[in-house]
């Protein structure tokens, strides 16, 4: 960085660093900073980081949202020289180096880590999102939670035999990890968790569907693991469906191909696009719209903006790095360090992703887990997804809690979380389905 890019040094004052997301990405950049003389500014358009790979337990009711998320201003409490501020961030100058912010005003900074992650993409028909909801915030999930407990309550409440079929048909798009982990979910509180429960409809008798336009289930992972997983889709009764291409989504049905699906439930979790704050750079994009960084995952030409997490498109050995939580938590670690060894006047590190495996989940006891040299199934990988979600929970609290939510529901099959409230309630004691989007 030249002297006349280091403003902190003739203004007599802490470089500025602000930090855009509360994520994994940008938590663990904040928390990287910790012992750094400058002035970190964090901010997030919600007050609370919410830890993704279980926002699947919390829209099938197993979790409550504040076991899975924690406010970003207490986690960083300890840190006396961040200030966490809950903004939406509309605007970013790289030229004048402002961040604009929708309750904020403009902030000034001289190094930036853009970590704003991605969104739900519905290949170009946003029209879907309304009745087919993506799952990325805690607000997404308790959305997708009222649907399926409100759909159950119109079942028990419906009199024609059609229309109570179409409500306990629960449609789920994309056969990633979200997808699996979602329709495994699902059949299980369905098929076991509620059967005592009502009287007039038989939750036991719910079709859930798992509609992939691809060939194969889980296809980031070998073949043999997406073959077991979906396997054990199937033992809980999972129609699991691949080379489904969904042509049509509206609140009454699903069209793949010729064939129409009946059903007021359907969840998206076919695709993601980044952050639209990523256009803003003026940087190369890949397909997605991610930013597409160099080494240090500085944007080309900007040494003071760095991007991080889902919106970074970078690779690692020639392979890309993939959009999970350890690359976003490793990159906001390397870009903390790399703006560290900018104010030493020291050469910038380039990243290099760490895989330590991917596991994903398929309903109680059943996981899969690819380390790279070998792989694990069944109920090895199962305990071992419980342990390291547990380690990376965000809070002892959220810890503590989560163990004894799963140990309670785990065991019993419990209630879980299986409150209908505010729309929601609304929506179960409607005959049709409530379409205004929220998002
Ligand atoms: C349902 C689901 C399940 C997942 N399961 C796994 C898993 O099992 N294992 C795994 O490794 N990874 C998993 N992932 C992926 C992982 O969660 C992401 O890779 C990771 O969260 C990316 O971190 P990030 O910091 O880039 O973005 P995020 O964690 O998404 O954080 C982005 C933050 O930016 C904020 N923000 C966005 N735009 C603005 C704006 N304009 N103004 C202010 N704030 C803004 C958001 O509120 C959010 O807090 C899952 C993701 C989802 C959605």
Known sequence: MTAAAKPWMTEHR??????????????????????????VTVLDRTNHHVFQPLLYQVATATLTPADIAAPIRWLLRKQRHTTVLMTEVTDIDVERRTVTTSSAGALPYDFVIVASGARHAYFGHPE??????????????????????????????CTDPAERAALLTFVVVGAGPTGVELAGMIATIAHHGMVEEFRRSDPSRARVLLLEGGSRVLATYPAALGARARRDLIA???????????????ADAVQVGAETIPTRTVIWAAGNAASPLGRMLGAPLDRSG?????PDLSVPGHEELFVIGDLAATATDGRPVPAVAPAAMQMGRHAAHNIRRTLEQRDRLPFRYRNKGDLATIGRYRAIADFGRFTVSGVLAWWLWLLLHIMYLAGFRNRLSVLLEWAYSYFTYGRGSRLITGRGHERAASSTPALEPKW
């Open 290 to 294: 991610r930013v597409q960084v160099a």
């Open 236 to 250: 809980l009764g999972v129609e699991v469906r691949t080379g489904a291409l969904v042509t049509s989504v509206t």
């Open 14 to 39: 802490k470089p500025r660093v602000v930090i855009i997301g509360g994520g994994f990405g940008g938590l663990y950049a904040a928390r990287a900073l910790k012992r750094d003389d400058v002035e």
């Open 128 to 157: 879907w999102e309304a009745v087919a909801p993506g799952l990325k915030s805690i607000d997404d999930a308790v959305e997708i939670r009222q649907r399926i407990l409100a759909a159950f309550e119109r079942a028990e409440a």
